[in-house]
């Protein structure tokens, strides 16, 4: 089979298995194939399914050799962020704490024989039951903290773009699963960018879902108030289309919303003449580089120039957010990964003489630097006599965060500005220099604390030069709370004129 078919959109794959035009068994070989060749040099998965992948796409085949109905993944080929519980795979947070012993004569290191849970994350279980076939678990930084995929307890990932530089993170495995075409979707997890980030520094769509939207239930925790599962695609639709599948009320999640699921794939045909966009002046203050800034203004205009109105608007309390997130997402990890002791899942370290010994030397050899820093933090933020000098003060900035977000709301449809201040960094750049890298996110933090939607659209990747290749933008786009479907609206309006529209990275092979 000619493995262009895993070129084409989502719809247009699921359409063709559906017709019978091609089985889903094919599309499977083809992209475990394609796995076998590309990946060894991007590691954008931990652990790859082969033999489970192929069984699903059989019985894709089979159902619709018997005449029965497909969902609307028919045999469309996925990769799930290794943060994701699935009953059929190792999971392991990127974490070595989740691994159990190595037996005389394994390697150390193996994410093989990380943690299997009983059971599949709700979004898991949905993208089953739309006859989606899961090829593997993606890379990301431990525990999903971080913004490059280099804190992964294994390998980092490497963007496809150039392999000498960083995916973004911490979803980047996945972002690079479908950047190069390893696999049509994935989903990723956004604590305060994860998403969003790795989709604008490798050319993809990805979609932060307003909180709640999505259940959370099966994904390993990291900060509660902030975590949310969206998907990864190659163009607006096919994103849209995952979206659609995951999101809803799940009896499991108590923070799930029960409002009705938009129709967001149909809203990517919907007329944006008229739409009213912000543009705050804080995403385009100092520190934004200059290529970023061009290929950002030049998606606004042509948003104007389908109809779309451009008006100034201000989020005056942005400045604030990288000091409140960080002070509100440690304390909520230093909660969240306590359960982590050396008892009840994964790593026990060897000849500790007591249970806080135990407790002590299991942590400290099972987290990375990263990790146990934001513990850390989080730590001392919510310890006796200083609880209210920071954790308390840190809710109440948000609170101002949000309501920046709900007057300028009152004035327009949509918030346009860029996702990252800088193109795709090299590898090894900021990983001893953890504040450079926290402000990588400094765009992306806003919606995660206002708990409102965004997603990230390609624009025009940045000009070549004699050092450094031409390397991906992302518009990133943000709505009221549920209003996804009008960022899919205009995300495909800008799409369809998008100068990054069809452009793929070429990826060496094996």
């Known amino acids: 089979m000619d493995a262009t078919v895993l ?64 969902g609307p993944l028919a045999g469309v080929p996925i990769g799930i962020k290794d943060a994701l519980c699935t009953r059929d795979a190792p999971t392991t947070a990127g974490s070595r704490i989740l691994l159990r012993p190595a037996s005389k004569g394994e390697a150390t290191l193996d994410p093989r024989r990380g943690f299997r849970p009983p059971y599949d994350a709700t979004v898991v279980a949905r993208l089953r039951e739309a006859d989606a076939v899961l090829v593997g678990k993606t890379n990301l930084d431990e525990f999903a903290m971080g913004s490059s995929n280099e804190n992964s307890a294994f390998f980092p990932t490497k963007n496809p773009w150039d392999p000498s530089r960083i995916p973004g993170g911490s979803s980047g495995g996945s972002a690079v699963a479908v950047a190069a075409g390893l696999a049509l979707g994935a989903l990723g997890s956004d604590t305060g960018g994860s998403i969003r980030q790795p989709a604008a520094l490798t050319g993809t769509v990805g979609i932060k879902p307003t909180y709640g939207r999505v259940s959370r239930y099966g994904l390993i925790a990291f900060a509660s108030s902030l975590d949310q599962v969206g998907p990864f695609a190659a163009d607006v639709r096919s994103a849209a289309r ?63 120039s389908l109809g779309c109105e451009l008006r100034p608007v201000r989020l005056p309390h942005t400045r604030y957010a990288v000091a409140t997130y960080y002070v509100l997402a440690t304390a909520e990890a230093s909660s969240n990964l306590a359960r982590y002791d050396g008892v009840r899942f994964g790593a026990r370290a060897e000849g500790a003489e007591s249970l806080g010994a135990l407790y002590a030397k299991t942590r400290g050899e099972g987290f990375g630097r990263e990790v146990a820093r934001r513990i850390v933090l989080g730590t001392y933020v919510l310890s006796s006599g200083y609880y209210d000098a920071y954790y308390l003060r840190a809710q109440r900035v948000r609170t101002l965060i949000r ?108």
């Open 7 to 70: 070129d084409r959109s989502i719809p247009e794959l699921a359409g063709l298995v559906t017709r019978g035009e091609v089985s889903a068994e094919e599309v499977t070989k083809a992209s475990l194939d394609r796995i076998t060749r590309r990946d060894g040099a991007l590691g954008a998965f931990l652990t790859v399914q082969a033999e489970e992948a192929l069984s699903a796409a059989r019985a894709v085949d089979q159902k619709r050799a018997r005449g029965e109905a497909l």
């Open 242 to 304: 995952l979206l659609g599948v995951i999101a809803g009320r799940d009896p499991h999640d108590q923070t799930s919303l029960g409002a009705p699921v938009a129709a967001y794939e149909e809203a990517c045909g919907r007329d944006v003449r008229g739409m009213r966009i912000g543009v705050p002046e804080e995403y385009f203050a100092k520190g934004l580089e200059p290529a970023v800034e061009k290929s950002v203004r030049e998606a606004l205009a042509g948003l104007a």
């Open 403 to 510: 309501r920046d977000f709900e007057e300028v709301f009152r004035e327009v449809d949509v918030i346009a500005a860029p996702v990252s201040p800088t193109v795709a960094f090299p590898l090894g750049e900021r990983v001893d220099d953890p504040l450079a890298m926290y402000l990588a996110d400094i765009y992306t933090l806003p919606a995660s604390l206002a708990g409102v939607p965004a997603l990230s659209v390609p624009c025009a990747p940045t000009p070549a030069t004699n050092s450094v290749p031409s390397l991906p933008v992302g518009l990133q786009l943000v709505g009221p709370p549920l209003e996804e479907a009008r960022l899919c609206a205009l995300a495909a309006a800008w799409e369809g004129i998008s100068p990054a529209r069809g452009l793929r990275p070429k990826v060496s092979e094996a």
